[in-house]
């Protein structure tokens, strides 16, 4: 029988063979971390701590009021050495709070744990997750609370756990659902209760057999009333929209969010940081990183604390070898090159790809060509080349007329392009300069 999926997607070579076999290793504690107040979609954390005060693991040291945010932590016991601006490994600088390590071992400044969750309030519960600094572990890294507190005319009925990790190269959400099942589920448990849901779907790519079986197996063993579903390969499969249309049929229309037709979905690391925020009081301080590629000497999956310098973690594996010409946060397709392994790990960081030098690059890009590559493997139906050359010229109204806001972002255009058209990064430009048109017409009126 033909396995779900949906409609056009690439098929990049997955590139998985590294690290889908190694078991996920703990990260020793970093002498210092560098922690950014913006590691979310949504409002920048202002900073609650002062220069040479001492901080505990798990202690808050930004916060925010608005609804989209998320507060951040320490990551480990130590003193707060600087608070300054640092290079982000999303790009640019922004204020981060640099702590210095004091104590080999965790001194935890946890919340009191709710161990009997299942007779807890849901809002209750909510709270706590946006206490514990829990977004989006996919990578898109959107605030969870804002998620499972949908509008009252939203009507949710089903929630899909996202285990498909269709990004080539990476490999820890499927070491994740291998050795953490028995933490995954009770997640997923918690996020349904307060969404108020039955109908409870886990999503994997059949390219991870073991983790279908394992989680299956620990469905049964739980009594949990969870359907694993096995899906067909395909990028990029794991894109929220994409994953609803796969297992629920479900179209979400243009410019509408999985909301409006009754579904949320939430990554399995998500699940992972929800059960310690509820069931043992911990906040989101740390989460599994897969170092990967051709360049770096021994790729791993391992348990790294946000804020570790991306280079102390490329020396934990064994340091990048001598063809390496690219490192990556994230994965080829969606990932971000990277200029400056000083930067600290985020909770966007899922993995750090890092590849040798394949061939001679083009130096620029060639005319279009017109082959409508591009449009064929849209996932979202898009012109991609028509939408990247009005953002090229400067023309952001018909881009957005043209629907260059519901681009995903996927790279699948890019990634087909005969002529090496950077078309995400034109795209990527014109939907900044679409949000910096809408922030003007808002001033006038």
């Known amino acids: 029988m033909r396995l779900p999926t949906f409609s056009r997607g690439v098929h990049p070579n997955d590139n998985k063979h590294y690290t889908c076999s190694k078991s996920i290793e703990i990260l020793p504690i970093p002498d210092q971390v560098l922690i950014p107040l913006q590691q979310h979609i949504g409002a920048p954390c202002s900073v609650i701590v002062e220069k040479g005060q001492e901080v505990k693991t798990g202690q808050q040291v930004g ?52 161990e009997d969750w299942q007779n807890t309030g849901n809002e209750i519960l909510n709270q706590r997750i946006k206490d514990a600094g829990i977004v989006g572990l996919g990578g898109a890294a959107f605030p969870t609370h804002v998620k499972l507190a949908p509008p009252k005319d939203k009507k949710i009925d089903t929630f899909i756990l996202n285990g498909c990790e269709c990004e080539p190269y990476l490999t820890a959400d499927h070491r994740a659902m291998v050795e ?9 448990a918690i996020i349904m209760k307060i969404l108020g849901v039955i109908d409870g779907f886990i ?18 063993r739980g009594g949990y009333n969870f359907k694993v579903v096995s899906l067909q390969v395909k990028y990029p499969q794991g894109a929220e929209k994409m994953l609803i249309q796969s297992v629920l049929k479900r179209q ?32 989101l301080i740390e989460r ?78 060639l005319p279009c060509i017109r082959c409508g590559t591009c449009v064929s493997v849209c ?67």
Request: aromatic share 4%; proline share 7%.
């Open 203 to 220: 999503g994997i790519e059949n390219n991870k057999p073991d983790a279908i079986e394992v989680m299956r197996e620990a469905v049964s």
């Open 379 to 445: 996932p979202m139906f898009l012109l991609p080349t028509r939408i990247a050359r009005l953002s090229e010229m400067g023309q952001t109204a018909a881009a957005e007329e043209l629907g260059i806001m519901n681009c995903i972002e996927c790279g699948s255009c890019s990634f087909v392009c005969p002529s090496q058209i950077p078309l995400v990064q034109w795209i990527r430009l014109g939907k900044l300069r679409v949000g910096e048109m809408k922030r003007k017409e808002k001033e006038v009126a």
């Open 180 to 188: 953490q099942a028995d933490k995954i589920l009770p997640g997923m």
């Open 63 to 114: 916060s925010s009021e608005a609804f989209v945010s998320s507060p951040v932590h320490s990551s480990i016991t130590g003193k707060v050495k600087e608070i300054g601006t640092f290079q982000h490994p999303a790009g640019g600088k922004v204020q981060m709070v640099l702590i210095q390590q004091t104590e080999e071992e965790d001194d935890w400044k946890l919340m009191p744990p709710l």
């Open 288 to 365: 599994i990183v897969t170092v990967t590629g051709d360049g770096i000497n021994e790729p791993k999956n391992v348990l790294a604390r946000i804020g570790t310098p991306f280079q102390e973690i490329l020396e934990f594996c064994g340091g990048l070898n001598e063809e390496t010409t690219q490192v990556f946060m994230g994965g080829p397709m969606m990932g971000l090159a990277q200029h400056n392994l000083q930067s600290p790990t985020v909770k966007a960081t899922s993995g750090i790809v890092c590849t040798a030098a394949q061939g001679q690059p083009a130096e620029q890009a």
């Open 252 to 283: 979400v229309p243009t410019g509408g969010l999985p909301m409006d037709v009754g579904a949320v979905v939430n990554n399995v690391g998500t699940a992972i940081a929800v059960a310690d925020a509820v069931i043992n009081g911990k906040s």
